[in-house]
């Protein structure tokens, strides 16, 4: 086939899929699905390199092959062409925003979460350093970060954004638009301090307090964060498990939750058994739904269509008279109990497996943790009867203080 013309490219995006040779390195590209393209095909240093000039929509016959013959000479010239392109788009990486939405896309790969370190960084580091350019980014900048988050009494957050702060800058290192990492002197002593294990859990005359409170204010404690509470501590599953349950996911006539691998923590599908008292919540969770396919649903206009990550943690901790982003703080209810976290609620359950004498390796399972050694390794039985008979004698437990 001799060099395509402006009528032959028309005829032929409109045929099979494959690659036609223009000349010179030049093709054009009729996908299997997709846009038809331009694309240059040249050899550098001994290897065959192809790179993609653009979409045929958007580029002309003669364009492409004006583009073509422009990177043709630089290849001449000594410069690759692809690597020339490369460091044109990190040229465009001025400010810290540009170097997040760089470094984003990896962590999209290597992360099973990467919309943690995402919400972090727009919510606590863009508004002070966001627009900053590279060059002028300086560590009195990141300190203002770190101290502005402990001000507002999260040190775990602080610490949290030391560290994506630290990666990020390392990226821009990788990237030779930076010398010196900013952040690098900083350590956890800086931010939040170094953490604890935590072990806090709330014993019966706690939980009784906090559902009693929750249910004297339901204008601020509604009963959808009430519901969700008391399953966190009859089933013991992970916030965001729960906050995030599709309806297809359940059986409730059969009493059974069946967790998907891709929403399993341990990458593992799980079924949860349900005891009455939870399916009945369940069901009152439908009737509040109003057909959502969630079993929390969005209550404001959201990108998430599922209840928010922070929810439930907000409408606790306004209980205890803290609201964030107001001047004027709520008045706090919960009197003299220790302040409590939804994962504190998770290790509540655990404990009262344990006090109510479920064996370990149950309760471990309960919770949908792995069995840790050998027994892990050799132990493949999943206990779904056993959990079923601790899990309905915590739930009976529990559902008298609910109620």
Not at 63 to 74: E, F, G
Request: glycine residues 6%; contains cysteine; positive net charge.
């Amino acid at each position: 086939m001799g060099k395509l013309t402006s009528k032959s490219v028309q005829a032929l995006i409109k045929g099979e899929p494959n690659r036609y040779a223009d000349g010179d390195g030049l093709y054009l590209v009729v996908p299997k699905s997709g846009h038809p393209s331009w694309m240059l095909r040249y050899s550098a240093n001994k290897k065959r390199r192809e790179m993609t000039l653009g979409k045929v929509i958007d580029i002309s016959l003669a364009d492409a092959r004006l583009d073509a013959a422009t990177k043709m000479k630089q290849l001449r010239e000594g410069a690759d062409p692809l690597i020339q392109r490369q460091r044109a788009e990190q040229e465009n990486i001025k400010t810290v925003n540009d170097l997040f939405h760089d470094w984003y896309p990896t962590l999209v790969k290597r992360l099973k979460y990467p919309t943690i370190p995402q919400r972090i960084y727009l919510k606590d580091i863009a508004p002070h350093i966001g627009d900053i350019k590279l060059d002028q980014i300086s560590a009195r900048d990141i300190r203002k970060v770190i101290n502005t988050i402990n001000d507002s009494g999260r040190p775990t957050i602080a610490n949290d954004a030391l560290g994506y702060s630290k990666q990020l800058f390392n990226h821009g290192i990788k990237l030779d638009l930076m010398n010196f990492n900013p952040a690098s002197a900083f350590t956890f002593r800086d931010a939040g301090g170094v953490e604890k294990n935590k072990i806090r859990a709330l014993n019966e005359d706690e939980l009784n307090q906090f559902f009693s409170t929750a249910r004297k204010h339901k204008e601020s404690f509604s009963r959808s964060n009430y519901l969700a509470c008391a399953l966190l501590i009859c089933l013991g599953v992970r916030k965001s498990e729960l906050c995030e349950a599709r309806w297809d996911e359940f059986e409730l006539e059969k009493g059974l939750w069946h967790l998907p691998k891709e929403r399993s923590k341990t990458n593992v599908a799980f079924t949860i058994p349900l005891a009455i008292e939870v399916q009945a919540w369940f069901e009152e969770l439908k009737i509040i739904g109003f057909g959502s396919d969630y079993v929390f649903p969005s209550r404001k206009i959201s990108k998430k269509p599922h209840m928010g990550s922070d929810t439930l943690n907000r409408a606790i901790t306004k209980l205890f008279g803290h609201e964030a982003g107001k001047k004027k703080q709520p008045k706090n209810v919960m009197g003299d109990i220790p302040h409590f976290t939804v994962h504190d609620l998770r290790r509540t359950c655990r404990t009262l497996l344990a006090r109510q004498g479920t064996q370990g390796h149950i309760a471990e399972r309960c919770l949908n943790h792995k069995l840790k050694g050998v027994e892990g390794i050799y132990d493949q039985y999943d206990y779904l009867d056993e959990r079923k008979e601790a899990l309905d004698k915590l739930a009976t437990k529990i559902h008298s203080i609910v109620i």
